[in-house]
Each structure stands twice: as structure tokens, then as C-alpha cells.
């Protein structure tokens, strides 16, 4: 876990002297732009870091990325990890302080996961899935498994906050949850701007109109030197070349491997990205499994390995929103050539032989955050049995000799504090932990 900044304002001892406090709102400002809050609708790397604080999931992880009771109060395999019962916690309420019920619970897994068999069971829940699912206890953590009820117009969760106004793509407004199962929030309200880049959220800072901002990667050193607090989470985004198909022969094969071997990822993250994160010849970061530098192609190096010219150029393209993209798809362009490889880049196009991609790793739990990039790089989901390391190693594996993935490097979740946000948590894997935040100062 990583907090930058020259004073480090929320870990020091103005935090220690303060008193928490009842009151005022928090002003955040997010790049996504949701345009329905349903969990259901939600894909598997989506929701973060609103969601939980409306709907909120039978498990969770906790700050240190452990898998956690939440709504359910425990829960027990079926023999072979295809049937699980979970029981609920008792005492808690949805927003309009309906209880939470077994019934509601199974028809919002339902509707996220219409594969799966959900019921109710007395006070448990009981999840039947089409084959063994040793993940889903972690699965129930995403976003998109939080639980959801409908009323009429209204759509209500059991979390700290609940929705007081929403203009899709443009603003969400909530309220604290009064009676909150546990405890009231600090503050009475969260503002959320939605859809702004991150170059809009830093002016937005400057001029004092928000509290917490997202930083991109390359600006958190200057941030950080300005006299902002920043706080990390451990790498949690992949940024990866995926090919949009296979290998049609020996040759473009390896053609693949020698683009792989001549990148020079190391400039990536200390030039293009300002030092933050790491470089990756690995799908998941190494907090995550322990052996990603098994990945490394020693003796695989640019001067090592030459490709003979293509007949045609290989195209690259990348999404323009984000600037930094394109300068790392002109780097990877220009390492291409210095092995003989000839590579174009262009913004968003539709018929590119690859694409640059920056994919949330979705989990702290490895063998899902796999699951995440395989499907957003359009690549075979992998499947597991259990939750070895041989096994998660062993599906890396296949994917990276698939030649449809080059990972380029594991990036940090950043963002940027303002005067009078107090208690915040730094958190192993970027989530907003906002109901322990109380404000001070000018702000309360």
C-alpha cells in the first residue's frame, strides 16, 4: 500500500488531534459515467467505488484485500463448489427500512446472474451454479452482485448511503443512511460528479470545488510535489497490447513473441508514466500471486531478437481520451521497429490487429481479476477447480501462450485529498471507504 506526499496530511497528527464530526458533504469527482445505478447492469469490473457505498454484497474484501462476511453472516460449500448456502446477517434493513430477506436477496442475485439457480431457504440463500465455482464467495464481493430491491420508481440497497438524486451521466447525489445496520455515517451527504477526465477532476481540486479527485498515473508525482495529499492503491490496472485473434502462422507467431521481447517496458513506467506502477510481462501483478517473475523473458531481450519485415504494417490502435495512451502506443511502435517489426498506431480503429487496453483487474482475488482481463480482451474465460496457485499459474499461463496478450505494466489507483476530508483509509485495492469520513475545518 502506497500514500504519496511530501507531508502526508491524513496519516499525520492533525488527523490524530481531530475529533470525528457529524455533518457536511463530500465532494468526489469520477471519470465513469454510469447511466443506470443497478447492479445488475453492471459488468464484472464496473461499479467501483459508488456502488458499494448504495448496495451492498454478501461478502466483501477489507482494506487489506481479505475476503470478508457481509450481508451474509457465514456461508458453506456443497460437496464439489457447485451448491453454496449462505446465511443472512439478521437486523438489517433496505433504505426505506424494509428487512432484508432471504427472498429479496435470491431475486437480486437472480436478475445480476441469470445462469446461476438462486432461492431462499428459510434465512439463507442458497446459489447453484452449472459447474464447480470455487470463486464465488468472491464473486458476490463485485459491484455487480450487490444487493438491489425495487419500489416502484425507487431503487433501494441496505448501504451506508442511499440515492437522494441521480441525473445518469452527470450527477448522483446520496444521503446517509440514518439507520444505517452499521452506523451512521459521518457525513450527511456524498456529491459525486460523474464523466469528468482527469485533467477537468485537478482544476475542479485547484479551484476548492471538490474533495477527492482521481489522478492519472503520470501526474501523481506533481500532484504529489505541489503539496497534495495522493493515496495509492496497490497496482490494480492492467495496460496490455491484445491481438484480436490468433496467430494465423509460425511466422506472425513469432512475430508476436519478438514485438513481446523488444518493448521496452521499463520506460513505459518510469518515462511515459512518471515512475508509477510497474513494468509486466505477467497478467497479474506479483502482490497478487507471489510468481509473476516467472513470466520474464531472460535472455528474450530487443537485442536478442530480430523479426524479418512483414509484407504489410501491423496496426495498433488506442483510446485518444486518455493522452498517455497514445504516447505508449508510439513507444511500443518505435521498439517494434528496432526488432524489424513494422507498427502503425491510430485512435480507435475498429479493424486494428491490436489493441492498446487498460483493464481494471476487477478483484483482489487472482483467479477472478484473470477471468476480468481474459473477457475484456476478448480472449477464452478460464475455468478453475480450486484456488491453488498451480492451478491460477498454470492459466496464466495458457493465455500468455495463447499470443493474443503482451502486458505491459500494472498501474496504481490514484487519487487526491483536499483539506478538511479526514479518517480516510488508505486501501489495498482503491475502494472509497466513505462512511469513515468525517470533515473538519471550512468543510464541516
Known amino acids: 500500500m502506497l500514500v ?24 468526489i469527482v469520477l471519470r465513469e459515467a454510469p447511466l443506470s445505478l443497478d447492479p445488475a447492469q453492471l459488468n464484472v469490473a464496473q461499479g467501483k467505488p459508488i456502488s458499494p457505498l448504495i448496495f451492498e454484497g454478501l461478502t466483501r474484501f477489507d482494506a487489506h484485500g481479505r475476503l470478508q462476511p457481509h450481508l451474509a453472516a457465514r456461508w458453506e460449500p456443497g460437496v464439489g463448489n457447485q451448491r453454496w448456502q449462505f446465511w443472512l446477517r439478521p437486523g438489517v434493513n433496505f433504505h426505506d427500512g424494509a428487512p432484508l430477506t432471504a427472498d429479496a436477496v ?42 438491489a430491491r425495487h419500489a416502484g420508481s425507487r431503487l433501494l440497497g441496505t448501504g451506508p448511503f442511499q440515492i437522494s438524486q441521480f441525473q445518469p451521466g452527470r450527477t448522483l447525489v446520496l444521503a446517509a443512511n440514518e439507520d444505517y445496520w452499521g452506523g451512521r455515517p459521518f457525513v450527511d451527504s456524498v456529491v459525486a460528479s460523474l464523466g469528468q477526465n482527469w485533467r477537468q477532476q485537478l482544476i475542479t481540486l485547484e479551484l476548492g470545488k471538490a474533495d477527492v479527485v482521481e489522478v492519472a498515473p503520470e501526474q501523481v508525482r506533481r500532484a504529489g510535489l505541489s503539496g497534495r495529499t495522493i493515496v495509492e492503491s496497490a497496482p490494480n490496472e492492467l495496460i496490455v497490447l491484445a491481438f484480436t485473434s490468433g496467430a494465423e502462422s509460425a511466422e506472425e507467431a513469432r512475430l508476436r513473441q519478438a514485438l513481446s521481447a523488444g518493448i521496452d517496458r521499463a520506460s513505459i513506467v518510469n518515462v511515459l508514466l512518471q ?73 480507435s480503429t475498429a479493424n486494428a490487429d491490436a489493441r492498446l487496453l487498460r483493464i481494471p483487474l476487477a478483484s483482489p482475488q487472482p483467479q477472478l481479476a484473470l477471468q476480468a482481463v481474459a473477457t475484456a480482451a476478448g480472449l477464452a474465460v478460464p475455468q478453475f477447480q480450486g484456488t491453488s496457485a498451480e492451478e491460477l499459474y498454470a492459466r496464466e499461463k495458457e493465455l500468455l501462450q495463447s499470443g493474443r496478450i503482451i502486458p505491459l505494466a500494472h498501474v496504481p489507483q490514484a487519487s487526491a485529498i483536499g483539506p478538511g476530508v479526514q479518517g480516510w483509509r488508505t486501501d489495498l485495492f482503491g475502494d472509497y471507504r466513505l462512511a469513515d469520513v468525517w470533515l473538519s475545518g471550512s468543510r464541516l
Open 106 to 147: 435470491a431475486a437480486s442475485l437472480r436478475a445480476a446472474n441469470p445462469a446461476w439457480t438462486v432461492s431462499a431457504n428459510g434465512d439463507s440463500v442458497v446459489i447453484e451454479t452449472t459447474a464447480p465455482d470455487p470463486q464465488l464467495p468472491a464473486e458476490l464481493a463485485l459491484p455487480r452482485n450487490g444487493i
Open 275 to 347: 515512475g508509477q506502477g510497474e513494468a509486466a510481462e505477467a497478467i497479474l501483478p506479483n502482490w497478487m500471486t507471489g510468481y509473476a517473475m516467472l513470466f520474464a523473458q531472460t535472455g528474450q531481450r530487443s537485442g536478442d531478437v530480430t523479426a524479418t519485415a512483414m509484407a504489410g504494417a501491423m496496426t495498433l490502435s488506442y483510446d485518444a481520451s486518455d493522452p498517455a495512451n497514445q504516447l505508449i502506443a508510439e513507444r511500443v511502435a518505435l521498439n517494434a521497429r528496432d526488432v524489424g517489426i513494422r507498427l502503425q498506431t491510430a485512435a
Open 4 to 27: 504519496i506526499s511530501s507531508i502526508v496530511a491524513l496519516a499525520g497528527g492533525t488527523e490524530a488531534a481531530a475529533r470525528p464530526h457529524y455533518g457536511g458533504t463530500v465532494r
